[in-house]
């Protein structure tokens, strides 16, 4: 029979990789935990009037990424494409604006867009993020863009850089899209196609257009940056200086658009030189529009996310450890059912003890059960002779002894660094 493989644009994590995936959670927790931040889990599927009133219809994502589907029920519901929008949600549902706020979270998970995968990009793919809801101060945005790049930095992540600029309220940033429209319409010509479509639906992404001719537009075109109201200005302005006191370097990017509709004030990505083609790690920025547009009360919100798989690509071979191995145990006669027991029984107990003990279930001779131990570098063999009695081999010094079996446990606890 033809095999069945795994469907297009999604991967196995085996082994080796969710070790590397480990360590970065292991730092998430005690960068992340360390600042009062506290884990998250939301469901892997919400409706999709969620993603299309808190991601934004406009947005490609809601467009032409979603993975949709009828619940059976005539309900739309969407495999989730992002981590920010079930979190607000989620903050409204259980009337955490009742917790002392902020409320600061983290969460990591594994994220569903229809897209066409290549390296560092996936159709499964797995994000690292996190929260702070109920605080619109500038030290927020700093503190999570720092927090970031502590992560980055751990995870020996290389030739980042970090992108920032702020987009101000969304009324300026209506009065400026007209502008922007206007000062593209009258540039058409020059314009790519795709560009020239959306024009109207999206003006913001042509900042984007990778063809050369939108590209000289862009240069020239208004920026946003030059338009901000004098609070959304000192608002950013104080982001910079804290930034600047942290020692995070920065560039200001006037053209930096990301996919959220509700994104207000301080936006940010960090990109990787290490990564080709798809160079951002992880962005973020303040959605202090976004919990009300849920149906919640107004409330600042400022978050990121970063893409696991593009952090693992981009950052630092960890060397990793195999589990150690204290005690290896083999059946000498597998036709002797007695034997049989008392190896399993003397396994078992040993980890009720303490040691990392593992059974020979590989059907291996003899020889070949010594050769695994020595590979797997066990501390100590164990042949169970009978249900009595056992052969005790220290793997280091190649010592061994006949001894009880009852004693194999005590023995391996004196003689070993455990003890
Ligand atoms: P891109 O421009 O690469 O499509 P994005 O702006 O869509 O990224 P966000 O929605 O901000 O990305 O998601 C945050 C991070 O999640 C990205 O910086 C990236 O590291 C990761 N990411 C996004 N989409 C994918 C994907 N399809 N596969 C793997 N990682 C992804
Ligand atoms: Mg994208």
Redo the contacts with the bound molecule.
């Keep these: 029979m033809a095999s069945i493989q795994a469907p297009k644009g999604t991967y196995d994590v085996l082994p080796p990789e969710a070790e590397r995936r480990s360590i970065l959670e292991s730092h998430v927790h005690r960068i992340f935990g360390g600042a009062g931040y506290r884990r998250i889990e939301t469901p892997a599927f919400e409706a999709t009037e969620l993603f299309a009133r808190g991601v934004g219809s406009a947005t490609d ?1 809601v467009q032409k990424e979603m993975y949709s589907f009828d619940d059976g029920g005539g309900r739309s519901m969407t495999l989730r494409p ?1 981590g920010t929008a079930p979190i607000c949600r989620a903050y409204i549902e259980h009337g955490m604006h009742k917790l002392p706020l902020p409320v600061k979270f983290w969460y990591l998970g594994s994220f569903f ?1 229809a ?1 066409q995968p290549q390296k ?4 499964q ?1 797995w ?1 690292v993020g996190a929260e702070v809801i109920g605080a619109g101060g500038p030290e927020t945005d700093a503190e999570i863009i720092l927090l970031l790049a502590e992560l980055l930095d751990a995870m020996g992540v290389k030739g980042t850089r970090l992108r920032l600029a702020s987009l101000g309220n969304p009324e300026t940033r209506i009065e400026y899209r007209d502008e922007l429209t206007a000062y593209l319409r009258a540039h058409a010509s020059e314009l790519s196609v795709e560009v020239r479509a959306r024009i109207d639906l999206n003006p913001m992404r042509a900042f984007d257009a990778s063809d050369r001719g939108t590209q000289a537009v862009m240069a020239n075109a208004p920026k946003l940056l030059d338009r901000l109201a004098p609070d959304d200005a000192e608002h950013f302005d104080q982001v910079k200086t804290l930034l600047d006191a942290a020692g995070i370097r920065y560039e200001l990017d006037p053209t930096l658009v ?2 959220l509709d509700y994104y207000t004030r301080t936006l940010f ?1 960090f990109t990787s030189d290490a990564l080709g083609a ?1 160079s ?4 973020g920025g303040r959605y202090d529009r976004l919990i009300e547009q849920l149906g919640g009360q107004p409330t600042p919100g400022i978050g990121f ?3 696991i ?2 952090i693992l690509l981009a950052g630092a071979e960890q060397p990793i450890a195999p589990d150690p191995v204290d005690l290896f145990v083999i059946v000498g006669d597998r036709e002797n059912r007695r034997a049989g027991v008392a190896g399993f029984e003397l396994a078992r107990e040993a980890r009720q003890a303490g040691l990392a003990a593992q059974l020979e279930l590989g059907a291996r001779s003899m020889k070949g059960a010594l050769k695994h131990a020595d590979r797997i570098n066990a501390r100590y063999v164990a042949i169970v002779n009978d249900e009595q009695s056992a052969t005790l081999k220290d793997m280091d010094t190649g010592e061994q002894q006949d001894l009880e079996a009852i004693r194999v446990i005590a023995t391996i606890l004196r003689g070993s660094r455990l003890a």
């Design positions: 994502i992002e867009r897209e560092g990009r996936y159709r793919f994000q990301r996919g990505e798809q951002g790690v992880g962005g996310a970063a893409g798989e593009r």
